[in-house]
């Protein structure tokens, strides 16, 4: 098995002790290489300047390739691109693009006045500079917004012929799962490359709670297995092993991407990489 180029997500850390936990993850995973790694936005874009401050110390300090989170929530389109320029200008030209969660208690996505309607909007602004590469997210399973599965693979097309390069999916458990969206991806034209979504678990019950706020389907077998592993104590070994069979699943099937959602909590993915082959390259250098 050949081992697959990675990426990891990271999220902005909120407090001094965030800010230890973020670091000891950019410590843990730089070594392996990775294509680039992410910094997300919080919720109705509530961690905006907390995301710029982590891209931009993790741009400076570590040398990693960094992809700033940009959404159009809670924000006109001249802010919205002013943050974008302030990323080019300090070098960061990776862009994760979404139309981005409303604010708690909100409900529904609203555009902002004077703001993006929708991420294909952003994406097109994005790519009409010239400065970035840009990402965007998919849904193997049916999206809580989405009409149909259909209308899933039907927006992922609109926001690729907007510009964007890539994709990263939301995460899911079962390697079908992916597989037949890239099968209904393909089948639509759609020819930018689908990278899978991976969220190892470290914690059973937010990761339950996680997917059913975002319309993971949760296989039956996986309940099963954690609430078994919790009564035994060995909810690691599981989440190892079920995470690295997945993993083995897709790259066996031609995936030879894989974009590892961190939560800052590194050891799981770092054994999960290694069991796949992806074995520290470089060292972080050194911060000035």
């Known amino acids: 098995m050949t081992a697959p180029a990675v990426s990891f997500e990271f999220f902005p850390p909120q407090n001094l002790e965030g800010s230890f936990r973020l670091w000891d993850t950019v410590q843990t995973l730089a070594p392996l290489d990775p294509r680039f790694v992410s910094v997300t936005y919080g919720a109705g874009g509530t961690t905006r300047d907390l995301t710029r401050e982590a891209v931009s110390a993790i741009h400076k ?18 802010e919205t691109l002013k943050i974008a320029s302030d990323f080019a200008a300090a070098g960061v030209t990776d862009i994760v693009a979404l139309r981005g969660d409303p604010p708690k208690g909100e409900g529904a ?39 149909s599965a259909q209308s899933d693979v039907d927006w992922l097309k609109r926001k690729i012929d907007a510009g964007a390069h890539e994709a990263l999916t939301q995460f899911f458990f079962e390697a079908e799962t992916f597989l037949r969206f890239r099968d209904a991806c393909a089948k639509a034209g759609v020819t930018a490359p689908i990278v899978p979504g991976i969220l190892p678990i470290e914690n059973w019950k937010g990761a339950r709670n996680f997917a059913r706020r975002c319309g993971t389907t949760i296989p039956q077998w996986v309940e099963d297995a954690f609430e078994k592993s919790e009564r035994d104590g060995r909810s690691d070994l599981l989440a190892t092993a ?37 074995v520290p390259k470089v060292q972080l250098q050194n911060v000035a």
């Not at 300090?61 to 001249?78: D, K, P």
């Not at 099937?253 to 770092?270: K, Q, S």
């Open 242 to 278: 079920i995470c690295t069979e997945l993993c083995s699943e897709l790259i066996d099937e031609g995936v030879d991407a894989l974009h590892f959602y961190t939560l800052n909590r590194p050891e799981l993915t770092r054994d999960v990489c290694h069991a796949l082959g992806v």
């Open 61 to 78: 300090s570590s040398g990693l390739r960094v992809a700033a989170h940009l959404t159009c929530v809670n924000a006109t389109r001249e």
């Open 109 to 147: 996505f609203r555009q902002h006045p004077g703001g993006f309607a929708d991420s294909c909007e952003l994406i097109s602004a994005l790519a009409q500079t010239g400065d970035f590469t840009i990402r965007v997210g998919a849904y193997p399973d049916k999206h809580p917004e989405a009409a």
